[in-house]
């Protein structure tokens, strides 16, 4: 099984030049949109997986929320500090891996993984997915992207695993990524003990770049 993690390499170098920074600190819409649910729902603990340089986690940061963050690369978790202390908001900054998170069971109230879990094999997303599941709460929201066949990076370059693709010539894609249609992205989500509420397919900045958007919630059993 490849290591799920190796594509911080890649971003760890990228995060220490600024200019390679300034496209990643500006929270997507699709999560700032989702703030009034979050507020409704009176959640409390909010984890940033795999936050890069914390746009997402300092966002909900300055809103209130009690706000962990990890991710592999020591470079963004160093960026997103430093700016949680310039903007004086509290931010909590945790080297970890996405298969091994250092949270006990049920601790958060929302994760959300933007643009992180299909890096590595199906079997590799479906570890994170359960450890997700383990330290989310019953009900607990759970919001994240995956790459969709239709990703115009889909079959390009050489086939490691099923459905899982590196191509050597362009940076983070030299690192194994996984790809899925519909019907297997919601069984692997029912499987791992989630019920999706909103599933759509958008193409990203980038053209032909199409991710499965997803809102899903913790069920309190797994079928």
Not at 157 to 186: F, M, R
Request: hydrophobic share 40%; with cysteine.
């Amino acid at each position: 099984m490849f290591n799920a993690s190796t594509a911080y390499i890649h971003w760890d170098n990228q995060w220490q030049n600024p200019q390679s920074r300034e496209d990643w600190t500006t929270p997507e819409a699709a999560v700032t949109q989702f703030l009034p649910v979050l507020k409704e729902k009176k959640v409390k603990q909010i984890l940033d997986l795999g936050g890069g340089v914390g746009r997402h986690a300092l966002f909900f940061a300055a809103h209130g929320f009690k706000v962990s963050m990890t991710d592999l690369s020591p470079h963004g978790l160093h960026f997103a500090k430093n700016k949680a202390q310039e903007e004086n908001i509290e931010l909590s900054t945790h080297l970890a891996d996405m298969a091994t998170l250092p949270f006990g069971e049920s601790f958060f109230d929302y994760i959300l993984a933007w643009n992180v879990i299909y890096h590595g094999t199906k079997g590799n997303l479906i570890h994170s997915l359960i450890e997700i599941n383990r330290v989310l709460r019953i009900g607990g929201f759970f919001q994240a992207t995956l790459l969709s066949k239709n990703n115009h990076n889909f079959q390009v370059g050489q086939e490691v695993s099923k459905d899982t693709w590196i191509n050597s010539e362009k940076g983070d894609k030299a690192h194994p990524h996984y790809y899925c249609d519909k019907v297997k992205l919601k069984k692997i989500l029912k499987d791992a003990g989630f019920y999706v509420t909103d599933l759509e397919e958008v193409e990203q900045s980038l053209k032909g770049s199409y991710h499965w958007n997803i809102v899903a919630i913790k069920k309190s059993h797994i079928e």
